[in-house]
């Protein structure tokens, strides 16, 4: 079995995610540049870190998202393959248009790095079987477009379909929004929930150390549906 982790140019969360699939959870590993489409077919997952491909130009994730490997990556999402795109990752499969929505400026338009809590909605994907209903995560986020915006038609089905993954909340569980996200969304799923789009950082949080292990619970959930 082997994950791998999608590079652009401007990507820059690549060797974290690679740190902790290798180190941390155990799995074999694939650093692929986006020429190297090829390489896709050896794997049985992929990450899409965050980063700033291309700069941000256009809007962040625009240019990568037109890129003639991501037609390779429809293919993997279509087979049902667990796909998890992390900040600039998940810009990159909404301006891709495999997962709905987009992400804006923050509401303050600056730049926000900070640990944020969450409130795991949905535990019927790849990425979250590991938790439970409602529990209160704890993740960093770090972005200055990540305010997630989608219209109500759409809104109302991505919550009649259980695709809303995670909200921000504060520790208590009550809605705190740090960067003024439509509903307080974090993370939102493909309608087969076999892709995750999210704007806080899992591999930020895969050690005591660093202040939580919550990430590091969402790779094991996904290396784990994939060996079943």
Not at 130 to 137: N, S
Request: aromatic share 8%; glycine share 10%.
């Amino acid at each position: 079995m082997k994950v791998g982790v999608l590079r652009f140019g401007g990507t820059n969360c690549d060797l974290d995610v690679a740190h902790v699939l290798e180190n941390s959870v155990g799995v074999d590993t694939e650093l692929i540049w986006y020429k190297d489409a090829h390489l896709l077919d050896e794997c049985d997952g992929l990450v899409i870190p965050g980063g700033f491909s291309y700069g941000d130009y256009l809007r962040a994730g625009a240019i990568a998202a037109r890129e003639s490997i991501m037609e390779r990556v429809r293919q993997m999402v279509d087979d049902g393959m667990p796909v998890l795109g992390i900040c600039n990752g998940f810009q990159i499969l909404t301006e891709a248009g495999v997962l709905d929505g987009a992400l804006l400026k923050n509401e303050y338009p600056k730049f926000l790095c900070t640990w944020c809590h969450l409130r795991v909605e949905a535990v019927d994907s790849p990425f979250t079987l590991a938790f439970r209903q409602g529990d209160i995560i704890r993740l960093p986020i770090a972005h200055k477009e990540g305010r997630y915006y989608a219209d109500e038609a759409t809104l109302e089905r991505l919550n009649s379909r259980g695709q809303v993954a995670l909200r921000y909340v504060d520790e208590h569980g009550r809605v705190s929004n740090p960067n003024g996200s439509t509903e307080a969304i974090a993370g939102v799923l493909s309608e087969k929930k076999n892709v995750l789009g999210l704007m806080p950082h899992p591999e930020r949080a895969c050690s005591s150390v660093l202040g939580s292990e919550d990430g590091k619970t969402m790779f094991l959930s996904m290396v784990d549906y994939i060996r079943r």
